[in-house]
């Protein structure tokens, strides 16, 4: 079945980095493109950004440029999300999702995984 | 970025009530919009795309309406597996992606 699996939970201190992977199975890969999502707790969605599968194009929210990259590993069929410069607002669930591979990714996700919850504490 | 704005943010309601919930997006979207069901702990699950599409092995109770900056998602005989918190999520800006805040539908 087509399904989107997650690392694990993370423990970060402030000004560190977290990559998170996200490893795609039961679907052609490169026929489509990851976003990422996050959720503090107790709060709504926020999409973070989209690389396509098919030629590593991405496109990153406003508020995060800089601080976020987004990369896959074709060969393995997994998606990864590293943030950089962690604060204690990145405190949370970190989805990734399937989209649309072309354009800016602006799309609906049809697939996502579990979520992988990042917390960030000195 | 587009706004999107959801009402209410809190719903109560009983099993077998129709229930509607509007999302407003702040420029058009066309019927670029996106709803997501989400229960404590899981992932979002989508339940409907361009505006009406039902995504498949969602029920037939849920749908949704609507284009331009108004929508809705009805539904029509709510059934104790759908109390959840509700998304709507517009896909018509090529830069960015927006989700509204979120309805929590939740028993009377």
């Known amino acids: 079945q087509v399904q989107l699996v997650q690392s694990g939970a993370e423990v970060k201190k402030p000004g560190a980095s977290v990559k998170v992977s996200c490893k795609a199975s039961?679907?052609?890969?490169?026929?489509?493109?990851i976003s990422w999502v996050r959720q503090a707790p107790g709060q709504g969605l926020e999409w973070m950004g989209w690389?396509?599968?098919?030629?590593?194009?991405?496109n990153y929210a406003q508020k995060l440029q800089g601080r976020v990259t987004m990369t896959t590993d074709t060969s393995t069929s997994t998606a990864y999300m590293e943030l950089r410069s962690l604060r204690s607002d990145d405190t949370a669930v970190y989805y990734c999702?399937?989209?649309?591979?072309?354009?800016?990714?602006?799309?609906?996700?049809?697939?996502w995984g579990k979520g992988t919850t990042v917390t960030v504490s000195s | 970025d587009i706004q999107m704005t959801q009402s209410p943010s809190t719903l109560s309601a009983s099993v077998g009530d129709r229930v509607t919930i509007t999302c407003r997006a702040s420029?058009?979207?066309?019927?670029?919009l996106a709803w997501y069901q989400q229960k404590p702990g899981k992932a979002p699950k989508l339940l409907i795309y361009?505006?009406?599409s039902l995504e498949s092995g969602v029920p037939s109770r849920f749908s949704g309406s609507g284009s331009g900056t108004e929508f809705t998602l009805t539904i029509s005989s709510l059934q104790p597996d759908d109390f959840a918190t509700y998304y709507c999520?517009?896909?018509?800006?090529?830069?960015?992606?927006?989700f509204g805040q979120g309805t929590r539908l939740e028993i009377k």
């Open positions: 999702a399937r989209g649309s591979v072309y354009g800016s990714g602006s799309d609906y996700m049809d697939v």
């Open positions: 039961g679907y052609t890969f490169t026929s489509y493109g």
């Open positions: 690389i396509s599968a098919y030629n590593g194009n991405t």
């Open positions: 420029q058009s979207i066309s019927s670029w």
């Open positions: 361009k505006a009406s």
């Open positions: 999520q517009q896909y018509n800006s090529y830069s960015s992606i927006t």
